[in-house]
């Protein structure tokens, strides 16, 4: 029987409007005064209570599905304005579905009722940075009016936008004092010092600047660099800027600091605008702790905020948009996320980096042909990338297209040539399985065995070599060493496991297999290949009975759905036994199943 999954939008707000039509409120929606028409949310509220569009919006929330949750916040608010929790919470949701304008305006309403909040205030803050009213700002961040606890993180970022709120006014002396003082604590010194070189650089005062960058770039990754070097070419350090863009890794990844260290050989004028203005800078703050927030092992909702946030105050900063498209990635958002690469190719700023994120993203929705199709309109922009090449041939290789993945995976190890070898042997590792699985083993072996030179310690690399040799007969020894140490390597790895113990079942040794295929079924109890090989084992060791029920088991998982499961097969070693269908295939027993790990399962390449 089919569930329903209650996390769909529109199937929460189905349960949502079931359950507010049992409620009193609902029954009586017509006893009720009109919405203001000035209060944007109430327009849009419907007459079924605030139960329904508040379990809806608690559950889009609970997906990441932002817009579904701002316009289901935005109706619970209607209902119960006076709730500074629905408040927030719709904000919230404006913010991250990229609603900013919205957001300003529910914002001021907010402290018009006097609900404000930190994220409120925040929002209100970019308001003014956005209007350009600068004094407005600065009686906001002023610190003597302030009546909430000190809290570091938030006290810093005030800070930091009443510095630029200072040169916005004009007062450039004022906000370096500020960002000195500042800068006295240790820990944000780096920080801090980021922006005081952009704020000196936009004043002229290069050589101070210049100074504050020297070292650790602390700016989010190109902005950071691209300061450093447009710095040193007002300063006729040219040399130094061309070095330190030549050293950076990925420089080939990057066209935005290839086209300035371009410029910079070229002797042609390079100009100081990573920041143009005082608002860029503020954008930058943003930026600087979106990054911060990201960088966490868990992190926190409000590094899309800041992200949003930024690139709404500074359009053209590219690393605000791609930043704000990653994290809707991370949330699964792809459609969203589209929209900001669209955006971004829309205003001429594709970079590399944008596109192989993209590409991963329509992937990872199941859109394979919008993905192979950016993934070989990247190829022809950039034809001397090899991550350009291997996400193509990556993309072919997981759609089974594997006699069409070679030649991509060809291009991009000639490309890495004179590369370190760290660089080559993941594309060596895919191209041998395109050719292990296009029927091409022997050219598939070298690229392995190649790789494993390269990764000795690389589990699931060792497992394909292993089993492709246990599956062929060939080099049994060898093959039972590289799987058993591939064990070592991820002991928790159920297709690992299950290699081990199918390695076990054609060599003949049925009792060792037991063991590891009983754990192997342990964490891919809903694999229908891995059931299926755990029958053959227990059939061989004269479990009969137990074989037979998790060949029906195997049978019950939609084992159609996997090329290498043969629900026919199974059903014959249900009707005849396995010995009589092993008798009937003859010669071809030694071959009766493929392994299910590292040439299907899509983490044996992570």
Same mark, same amino acid.
């Given at each position: 029987m089919e569930t329903l999954n209650l996390t769909r939008p529109n199937l929460a707000l189905t349960l949502a409007l079931l359950l507010s039509l049992g409620a009193p409120a609902a029954l009586h929606a017509q006893d009720r005064p009109s919405p203001r028409p000035e209060d944007e949310a109430k327009e849009s509220a419907p007459v079924f209570g605030l139960a329904g569009p508040y379990l809806a919006a608690r559950m889009a929330a609970v997906e990441s599905d932002y817009r579904a949750a701002a316009r289901y916040f935005a109706q619970a608010v209607a209902h119960d304005p006076g709730d500074a929790y629905l408040a927030d919470s719709a904000l919230v949701a404006f913010c991250s579905a990229g609603e900013i304008e919205r957001g300003v305006k529910f914002a001021a309403r907010m402290e018009e009722r006097g609900d404000s909040t930190e994220l409120s205030r925040l929002v209100r803050s970019a308001d003014l940075v956005h209007q350009g009213d600068w004094d407005a700002l600065l009686e906001r961040t002023d610190p003597e009016k302030s009546t909430r606890p000190h809290r570091k993180d938030r006290d810093l970022m005030v800070g930091m936008i009443r510095a630029w709120a200072l040169m916005g006014a004009g007062r450039a002396s004022d906000a370096m004092v500020l960002l000195e003082?500042?800068?006295?604590?240790?820990?944000?010194?780096?920080?801090?010092?980021?922006?005081?070189?952009?704020?000196?650089?936009?004043?002229?005062?290069?050589?101070?600047?210049?100074k504050l960058l020297e070292g650790r770039v602390t700016g989010a990754h190109v902005l950071g660099f691209m300061a450093r070097a447009e710095i040193l070419a007002q300063l006729e350090r040219r040399d130094e800027a061309i070095a330190l863009l030549d050293n950076l890794p990925g420089l080939e990844a990057e066209p935005q600091l290839l086209a300035l260290r371009d410029a910079l050989k070229a002797g042609e004028p390079v100009a100081f605008d990573v920041v143009r203005t005082p608002a860029d800078g503020v954008a930058q703050v943003f930026l600087t702790f979106a990054t911060a927030l990201a960088s966490n092992p868990n992190p926190e909702p409000l590094s899309l905020i800041h992200a949003r946030l930024a690139s709404w105050l500074s359009p053209e900063m590219t690393e605000a948009r791609l930043m704000t498209a990653q994290l809707l990635q991370e949330h699964q958002q792809f459609d969203l996320a589209e929209?900001?690469?669209?955006?971004?190719?829309?205003?001429?700023q594709m970079r590399p980096v944008a596109e192989l994120a993209r590409i991963d993203a329509l992937s990872q929705a199941d859109r394979h042909d919008e993905a192979e199709k950016a993934a070989l309109s990247l190829t022809a922009a950039y034809p001397e990338l090899p991550q350009a090449w291997i996400a193509l041939g990556d993309l072919l290789r997981q759609q089974q297209k594997f006699s069409q993945a070679v030649p991509a995976y060809d291009k991009a190890l000639t490309l890495l040539t004179d590369a370190p070898d760290q660089a080559r042997w993941f594309p060596l590792y895919a191209r041998g399985i395109a050719l292990e699985r296009a029927g091409q083993f022997e050219r598939a072996e070298k690229d392995l065995l190649a790789a494993i030179e390269i990764r000795p310690d690389q589990a699931s690399l060792l497992n394909y070599l292993g089993y492709s040799w246990i599956d062929r007969g060939e080099n049994l020894d060898r093959a039972l060493e590289l799987i058993r140490r591939a064990v070592e390597l991820s002991?928790? =790895?159920?297709?690992?496991? &299950?290699? @081990?113990?199918?390695? /076990?079942?054609?060599? +003949? #040794?049925?009792? !060792? $297999?037991?063991?590891?295929?009983?754990?192997?079924?342990?964490?891919?109890?809903? =694999?229908?290949?891995?059931? &299926?090989? @755990?029958?053959?084992? /227990?059939?061989?060791? +004269? #479990?009969?009975? !137990? $074989?037979?029920t998790q060949w029906k088991r195997a049978l019950s998982l939609n084992p159609d759905s996997n090329d290498d499961v043969d629900p026919e097969r199974i059903r014959a070693k249900l009707e005849r036994g396995l010995d009589a269908v092993l008798a009937e295939e003859g010669d071809e027993a030694s071959l009766v199943v493929r392994q299910a790990g590292a040439g299907d399962n899509p983490r044996a390449l992570d």
């Open positions: 003082e500042m800068a006295k604590t240790p820990d944000v010194a780096p920080m801090v010092n980021y922006h005081l070189a952009l704020a000196r650089a936009l004043v002229g005062d290069y050589e101070r600047a210049a929209e900001e690469y669209e955006t971004l190719r829309r205003k001429g002991p928790d =790895d159920g297709y690992i496991l &299950d290699s @081990l113990a199918w390695a /076990y079942f054609r060599l +003949g #040794r049925y009792d !060792e $297999a037991v063991a590891p295929m009983e754990k192997a079924i342990g964490t891919m109890a809903a =694999d229908p290949l891995v059931n &299926d090989h @755990l029958g053959d084992i /227990y059939w061989m060791n +004269g #479990r009969k009975r !137990e $074989a037979e």
